[in-house]
């Protein structure tokens, strides 16, 4: 993908089939990401209709911008930072609570061509989702690659697909 491209295939599949399971069982979404920089929306508000089912978004890129986009819907753990399972969690209980939405997605990870400041290395992430009852289900990302772009769209359609399997459960 490069600027100005249109999203990838596979991505918008994955968006279209999220969007049918949300639409049909009647459920909302919202997403926080971060490494993805709006990929997963855009995925999402790519599919006709989408209004049915997608209620908004945050693209999450620094500690101030969590505080001020997701701060006091939700304790956030004493001591959390990015690119973990647990801020993965956490951005998908805060927006979902934002919002008020059935489904929350959080997607936060190192997207390269450096590693984050953290000290994890590009193609590290992870992606959460949390639905109706409240229990996460996240995923773990290791590409290996420092292919900036490239890592941006493994992370969102990981953030999808996460979803999906979550629908499904």
Same mark, same amino acid.
């Given at each position: ?26 459920? &909302? ?54 690119? &973990? ?15 008020? &939405? ?68």
């Amino acid at each position: 993908m490069t600027a100005g491209s249109t999203i990838p295939a596979g991505l918008l599949a994955l968006g279209v089939e999220a969007g049918a399971l949300l639409r049909e069982r009647g459920e &909302t979404i919202a997403v926080c990401e971060s490494a993805a920089g709006g990929l997963v929306a855009a995925a999402l508000v790519a599919v006709p209709g989408c209004s049915a089912f997608f209620v908004g978004s945050a693209v999450v890129y620094t500690v101030s911008a969590s505080r001020a986009l997701l701060g006091g819907v939700t304790e956030a753990p004493k001591g959390m930072r990015g690119a &973990t399972e647990e801020f993965a969690r956490y951005q998908a209980t805060a927006i979902r609570l934002r919002l008020g &939405t059935d489904w929350g997605i959080g997607e936060t990870g190192a997207t390269g061509p450096d590693g984050n400041p953290y000290g994890d290395p590009p193609g590290h992430g992870w992606v959460g989702a949390v639905g109706p009852d409240g229990s996460p289900r996240t995923r773990r990302l290791a590409t290996g690659s420092a292919d900036r772009t490239a890592n941006m769209v493994a992370f969102a359609e990981a953030s999808l697909g996460n979803l999906l399997e979550a629908l499904r459960a």
